[in-house]
């Protein structure tokens, strides 16, 4: 299944690159044509074998293999990369349909947009650390040039820069753990690194730099000035991918690497991995209350959000891992649906200066429906699938660390404040001399928006569907 959606891929960017510039309603009636092909074959992986309650797939065969380094193409399609997946090629069709009002180099975007759905796949899939290294730096590029060619204020290139160097600096520290992983063990493949009994001191140093390597994605203070500035000066298709998948990378490659390889080293540095996520928490979300451009606000919520799940993946409790992924679902469709709101509204007033907006509920109501809906949603609301996902997380942070779970607290606390400031000063109030009338949001906006509603609603009432898929899978893997 996986070999189907790397054929479709390829086949994909192959074809978009014979379709000539000039026929932009070809190229993208084929991109959204191919990036539901995709989705749907991703779906089709929940029908994998499966094998006590987990799903398997794997499969693998070898590039070099020479006495002292072993190196295969291996991957594991199983309970935790298949939603992953899913939620990659379902944002991705999100992301075409939002690209579909770009006016210029419309080829060239569409062909990054694919070919970081082909490095995301991988990414989430194979089970060799080198392998999930070069498919997390081939990611730079097709990010970097998104927002360098596209971005939306003049500060792009700087933002790019920014995003391309802190990233680098993080994966140098990953170069070198799994260069000592060679160096000591001659294969970087999980399930040999799991049979092997390695020395504690050893352990230790490799968690810290292939740790420090993913540190910078989630990503962690002091480490985060990147991503406010890449949301600002990114466009909308860009900070849909940052939010809603690239940023899932560093916290799937903490709990398919770090909690499963190097479970000893995972408890000795859990205080320091606990005190930095709790200080990312809090200083993220008193940040966000001084911000006055609508992507700030929304970025650096997406910190504390993110900071939040990566606690309870350390702290190995079954209710905290399992509120972890859930919450991983529900921030990329949150905060990718917030992004593209912030985008509709950019289109249309050319400012994202939240001073500017006011009274916009007498001007755009189904505009305004859909901001309120996922501010409740950003916030932990009843009825959505980030409110099951936070109250899983916290009880089983609770039950592991009382007093973490409860300063964690405060970051819900001020999710509430500023998810709440964000609404009334945009949707009520009166209507500023800056605001006049605009079309509310179309046919194609709505069928952007609207599913996204739809997924976040009926998990938020159904969760189990998903909590049932990791229960046993997380208890055999992790606990």
């Known amino acids: 299944m996986l070999f189907a959606l790397n054929s479709i891929n390829i086949f994909t960017i192959v074809y978009l690159l014979f379709i000539p510039n000039t026929q932009g309603v070809k190229l993208k009636n084929v991109s959204l044509i191919m990036a539901g092909v995709t989705l749907l074959t991703s779906i089709l992986l929940l029908k994998s074998p499966s094998t006590l309650g987990i799903y398997l797939n794997t499969n693998s065969f070898n590039i070099i293999s020479l006495p002292s380094i072993q190196l295969s193409y291996?991957?594991?399609?199983?309970?935790?990369?298949?939603?992953?997946?899913?939620?990659?090629?379902?944002?991705?069709?999100?992301?075409?349909?939002?690209?579909?009002?770009?006016?210029?180099?419309?080829?060239?975007?569409?062909?990054?947009?694919?070919?970081?759905?082909?490095?995301?796949?991988?990414?989430?899939?194979?089970?060799?650390?080198?392998?999930?290294?070069?498919?997390?730096?081939?990611?730079?590029?097709?990010?970097?040039?998104?927002?360098?060619?596209?971005?939306?204020?003049?500060?792009?290139?700087?933002?790019?820069?920014?995003?391309?160097?802190?990233?680098?600096?993080?994966?140098?520290?990953?170069?070198?753990?799994?260069?000592?992983?060679?160096?000591?063990?001659?294969?970087?493949?999980?399930?040999?690194?799991?049979?092997?009994?390695?020395?504690?001191?050893?352990?230790?140093?490799?968690?810290?730099?292939?740790?420090?390597?993913?540190?910078?994605?989630?990503?962690?203070?002091?480490?985060?000035?990147?991503?406010?500035?890449?949301?600002?000066?990114?466009?909308?298709?860009?900070?849909?991918?940052?939010?809603?998948?690239?940023?899932?990378?560093?916290?799937?490659?903490?709990?398919?690497?770090?909690?499963?390889?190097?479970?000893?080293?995972?408890?000795?540095?859990?205080?320091?991995?606990?005190?930095?996520?709790?200080?990312?928490?809090?200083?993220?979300?008193?940040?966000?209350?001084?911000?006055?451009?609508?992507?700030?606000?929304?970025?650096?919520?997406s910190i504390a959000h993110m900071n939040f799940l990566v606690s309870a993946i350390f702290v190995k409790n079954l209710l905290a891992l399992t509120g972890s992924l859930l919450l991983q679902i529900a921030h990329g469709l949150s905060s990718s649906a917030l992004f593209f709101i912030v985008g509709i509204l950019y289109d249309r007033y050319k400012t994202r200066n939240i001073y500017y907006y006011s009274g916009l509920v007498t001007i755009l109501p189904f505009l305004c429906f859909f901001l309120f809906i996922f501010s409740l949603a950003n916030l932990g609301f009843p009825g959505t699938v980030n409110f099951v996902s936070e109250l899983l997380l916290f009880l089983g942070l609770f039950k592991a660390l009382p007093s973490i779970a409860i300063l964690s607290l405060s970051g819900i606390f001020f999710s509430a404040i500023y998810s709440f400031i964000l609404v009334t000063r945009i949707a009520f109030g009166p209507a500023t001399s800056f605001i006049r009338y605009y079309y509310d949001i179309t046919r194609r906006e709505f069928l952007i928006l609207f599913p996204i509603t739809f997924l976040s609603i009926i998990t938020g009432f159904m969760p189990k569907y998903l909590t049932s898929y990791w229960t046993f899978y997380l208890t055999v893997w992790y606990l």
Not at 148 to 155: E, H, L
Request: aromatic content about 18%; proline content about 3%.
């Open 74 to 301: 291996s991957y594991l399609i199983d309970n935790l990369s298949i939603i992953f997946i899913i939620l990659t090629t379902f944002l991705t069709l999100i992301v075409i349909m939002t690209a579909r009002n770009v006016k210029y180099r419309v080829k060239e975007m569409y062909l990054l947009i694919f070919v970081s759905e082909l490095l995301l796949v991988n990414a989430f899939t194979v089970t060799e650390i080198i392998l999930f290294y070069i498919f997390f730096e081939a990611l730079l590029v097709p990010i970097f040039l998104l927002i360098g060619i596209w971005g939306s204020q003049r500060n792009k290139i700087f933002a790019a820069n920014q995003f391309f160097i802190y990233t680098l600096f993080g994966s140098f520290f990953m170069l070198i753990g799994i260069i000592l992983i060679y160096l000591f063990i001659g294969s970087s493949n999980i399930f040999i690194l799991k049979n092997y009994i390695i020395n504690f001191e050893l352990e230790k140093i490799l968690f810290l730099l292939l740790f420090l390597g993913m540190y910078n994605k989630i990503p962690m203070i002091p480490l985060h000035l990147w991503l406010p500035q890449a949301h600002v000066e990114a466009p909308t298709t860009g900070s849909i991918l940052l939010a809603g998948i690239l940023l899932k990378l560093g916290s799937y490659g903490f709990l398919r690497f770090l909690v499963f390889l190097f479970p000893k080293a995972c408890f000795y540095f859990l205080p320091l991995i606990i005190a930095l996520t709790m200080i990312s928490i809090v200083f993220s979300s008193i940040t966000v209350l001084r911000q006055i451009d609508l992507k700030r606000i929304v970025a650096y919520s």
